[in-house]
């Protein structure tokens, strides 16, 4: 596409309240100029200038002053996050409260993902959110080939605050193409943080320190996960740091997400036997809390590692293997790991539930370690 098709496209979806002409006919009979012509103006000399002034070994990122044109330098957008609230009901109330500071978007994730790109780079601290992880296939050269490598392909000289949130996991019927679990994707890019909260508390302060973080975070979100709790403060949680949920002596259950629920279950259930288990919730998936599962493992000597993801290939696979080459010393026994199916997801909710981990997974594990 030409660059001044493309100045246009840009320039037209930020003057026009998200909508995007799809034909040169309406490029030219609705201009940006006739809708708001200071904005895109000021626009697109701010893009100009900062460009320009990248390739400078003086280049100062707070001379980009995008909040001086539209007051705040949060915005958050994606496929009807707008008056909709989005497809799960995260961001209702929110096009209400914050106007035009939340806007729909088409339904094109390379450009959701391509627009968090170019306006974190040039200033603000964009939110954008996919409908379903699955959805990365077509974002991924976004992902991993500009937001992941863009702070160090410029030599640290600009940062990238951006928030990518998705829902993830199976459990509602969304069949293969909509049921993913596909954090590993994201955390085997180099230049990316991966969050993955289980709790309301944890969403809110994951989410705040998330966004105060001048990388690209991204931001899982488990769909099926209904707990309701009173949110006690409001402060962030640091990236990087898990959190105890139970404390226990025999076995180290490393887990996020759903499974946490699934671990809790399992660990009143042992307790009726005998066996005490720890359970560590992750998190933040990138950067690992590693000083918090050796401290675990070195107290219990053993470790399950349970995941939603397919088994294969899985990000429990790193964190088993990080616990075999830096903790085998504390190990009485081999890291066991749990995960789901090597399949598709099926759409029967009973092929689903057999597909996915659950509690007892955890449970007959533990039993045949001790």
């Known amino acids: 596409m030409a660059l001044d098709q493309s ?22 009979t609705a201009s940006i100029e006739e809708r708001n012509s200071e904005l895109s103006q000021l626009l697109v000399k ?29 915005i958050l957008f994606g496929e009807d996050t707008g008056a909709y609230g989005g497809s799960f009901g995260i961001t209702l109330g929110m096009y209400d409260e914050f106007g035009d500071r939340v806007r729909d978007t088409p339904i094109s994730e390379s450009a959701i993902i391509g627009c968090a790109v170019g306006s974190a780079a040039t200033g603000m601290r964009p939110i954008a959110e996919l409908v379903f992880c699955d959805f ?55 230049g990316l943080k991966v969050v993955y909260p289980s709790t309301p508390q944890d969403a809110l302060g994951l989410i705040l320190s998330a966004i105060d973080d001048d990388n690209p975070v991204i931001y899982f979100e488990n769909k099926i996960i209904k707990e309701k709790a009173d ?106 790991r749990i995960g789901s199916l090597n399949t598709p997801v099926p759409v029967s909710p009973i092929l689903e539930q057999a597909f996915m981990p659950n509690y007892q997974d955890i449970v007959n594990a533990a039993r045949k370690m001790l």
Request: net charge negative.
């Open 231 to 336: 949110i006690t403060n409001f402060d962030p949680i640091p990236l990087g740091k898990g959190n105890i949920v139970r404390e226990g002596t025999d076995i180290s259950v490393i887990t996020y997400g759903l499974q946490v629920y699934d671990a809790k279950k399992a660990a009143d259930i042992l307790a009726k036997d005998g066996i005490s288990l720890e359970i560590i919730d992750l998190r933040t998936l990138y950067p690992l809390d590693k000083d918090m599962i050796r401290s675990s493992i070195a107290k219990t000597h053993h470790a399950i590692v349970i995941t939603e993801e397919t088994k294969r290939g899985g990000y429990g696979g790193e964190i088993s293997a990080t616990i075999a080459e830096e903790m085998f010393d504390e190990l009485d026994g081999p890291v066991v």
């Open 7 to 28: 100045k246009n496209i840009w320039c037209s979806y930020f003057a026009n309240g998200g909508m995007i002409y799809t034909t040169e006919k309406d490029w030219l």
């Open 136 to 190: 990365l296939t077509v974002a991924m050269d976004q992902i991993a080939n500009q937001a992941a490598k863009m702070r160090y392909m410029f030599g640290g000289k600009i940062s990238l605050p951006m928030v990518v949130r998705m829902p993830a996991g199976a459990g509602q019927g969304g069949a293969a193409q909509h049921s993913q679990s596909l954090e590993a994707w994201v955390t085997h890019v180099p």
């Open 46 to 74: 701010m893009l100009r200038d900062t460009l320009r002034s990248q390739y400078h070994a003086d280049f100062d990122q707070i001379d980009v002053k995008y909040d001086a044109i539209f007051g705040h330098q949060n």
